[in-house]
């Protein structure tokens, strides 16, 4: 039911995107598919990518939690920790976090990308340069101005949305059906890994992933890693932006890594904020199994 949902879901508001921009910039439906499927700089093919993918995620992930979630418990909001608000103590610490896991997830890019087999992936490799291409599409700029509508798509909606969907529905789906919350964490950063169809990034993902369930474990709200998620795919725009504005900036650039020693401390300095926030965390309520 809940793959069919999912499913489901993604056509409706792919099409409600692909609509919208037949709309907004006089395209025919065969044109949209083309400019999804071959991404173009163009402020029509740049636009479009970030419509469509804006509503791919609300559709899949946002609808698809609110919509599964509304059959089997009441309240909705409370029951995916959209009610719940962080503790305030937790704030300063997620804000601090992600520091030190932008150096981490660099070398963790580094290892990835140099494991044996990543240059003989075949029909992988393709799909790792279909999915740079469409990046780079969503990432292009048309000025200053831009790079607001640019955050509000790429780094805001996907926060909220997958985080609902991962953390917030799949986190204690799996935790239930396991009867191991450790189990819900790993399943659930493993599937949010999958579904972002990256392999020279899967491992720096999944370390993401992992890091993001047990923050909203610790916190019981999904506002605690929404706001990493959010900062995290922030930094990513606002580095783009500058290796556009600054191309002469070697730290700037995509193909830039932390020296070890930097990474290294980076790690010590994660492990023990999020030991802090493990210390402060809010304790589970003893609750029956949410899904049957």
């Known amino acids: 039911m809940l793959a069919g949902v999912f499913l489901l879901s993604q056509a409706v ?28 700089l163009t402020p029509e093919g740049v636009y479009t990518q970030r419509w469509v993918q804006s509503f791919y995620n609300i559709g899949s992930f ?19 920790g959209i009610a719940q608000k962080p503790a305030s103590r937790f704030i300063p ?15 963790l890019s580094e290892f990835n990308s140099s494991l044996p087999g990543m240059e003989q992936l075949g ?23 831009d790079v607001f509508v640019l955050v509000f798509t790429l780094a805001f909606i996907p926060a909220i949305c997958e985080e609902v969907f991962f953390r917030g529905l799949l986190l204690p789906f799996f935790a239930d059906w396991t009867g191991n919350k ?13 579904l972002h169809f990256s392999v020279t990034q899967f491992i720096p993902i999944l370390f993401m992933g992992m890091v993001l369930g047990y923050i909203y474990l610790w916190t019981r709200s999904i506002w605690a890693p929404v706001l ?18 600054y191309p002469q900036a070697e730290m700037l650039q995509e193909h830039y890594r932390a020296p070890l020693p930097l990474i290294a401390a980076a790690a ?22 949410l899904w049957p």
Not at 23 to 38: D, F, P, T
Not at 124 to 132: F, G, P
Request: proline residues 3%.
């Open 13 to 40: 508001f792919s099409f409600i995107g692909m609509a919208l921009c037949t709309r907004l910039y006089g395209l025919s439906y065969v044109e949209v598919v083309g400019l999804i499927s071959k991404p173009q």
């Open 268 to 289: 010590v300095m994660m492990i023990l904020i999020m030991v802090w926030i493990r210390m402060k965390k809010v304790e589970s309520p003893q609750e029956e199994a």
């Open 62 to 80: 946002l609808v698809t939690a609110v919509v599964f979630t509304g059959f089997y418990r009441k309240p909705i909001l409370r029951t995916l």
């Open 93 to 107: 610490a997620v804000i601090l976090l992600l520091i030190p896991a932008l150096f981490v997830i660099s070398g």
């Open 182 to 194: 450790h189990l819900g964490v790993w399943l659930s950063g493993l599937l949010f890994t999958i």
């Open 123 to 145: 029909n992988l490799k393709q799909l790792q340069e279909s999915r740079d291409a469409m990046l780079n599409v969503l990432l292009h700029t048309f000025g200053t101005a």
């Open 228 to 245: 990493l998620h959010f900062l995290n795919n922030l930094s990513t725009v606002v580095f783009h932006r500058l290796s556009e504005v």
